[in-house]
């Protein structure tokens, strides 16, 4: 996956539009659980963004939106489905932690692994 593919992916996630029914932010809104793999390509793509932007004093204003929505919007659906009723998968709530670690990582320039484990080889 190189950068540009990886960007894409990240915004695609956030979409809220009929156009994108699958986003990540357009099924935890719906309260439905992510798409099998969907997760795993967020998280490589975050990383491959990252590898991209370590040493970048920027970011461009549509990736950075993405990846707010993704660090902080995810874990505030998740928090209110729950509250909701919603019976989300049970590593979910993992995922979305190290979605945000990931997306920390980018805003920060160092790779920040979850607590006692790392991203599954990413």
Do not use: C
């Not at 029914?21 to 659980?33: E, H, N, V, W």
């Not at 993704?70 to 009723?85: E, H, P, V």
């Not at 998968?89 to 670690?101: A, V, Y």
């Not at 607590?115 to 599954?120: F, K, V, Y």
Request: aromatic residues 6%; neutral net charge; charged residues 20%.
């Amino acid at each position: 996956m190189n950068y540009e593919t990886a960007r894409k992916i990240l915004i695609d996630q956030v979409l809220t539009t009929e156009e994108h029914p699958d986003s990540l932010l357009m099924r935890m809104k719906q309260g439905k659980p992510p798409v099998p793999g969907q997760i795993t390509s967020i998280l490589l793509a975050l990383k491959v963004v990252f590898e991209a932007l370590k040493e970048a004093s920027t970011l461009d204003r549509d990736l950075a939106y993405a990846l707010f929505e993704l660090s902080i919007k995810t874990q505030q659906l998740f928090a209110a489905g729950r509250k909701a009723g919603i019976d989300w998968p049970p590593l979910l709530k993992e995922d979305l932690l190290r979605i945000s670690l990931a997306a920390e990582s980018i805003f920060s320039g160092t790779w920040q692994a979850p607590p006692s484990q790392g991203l599954g080889g990413l």
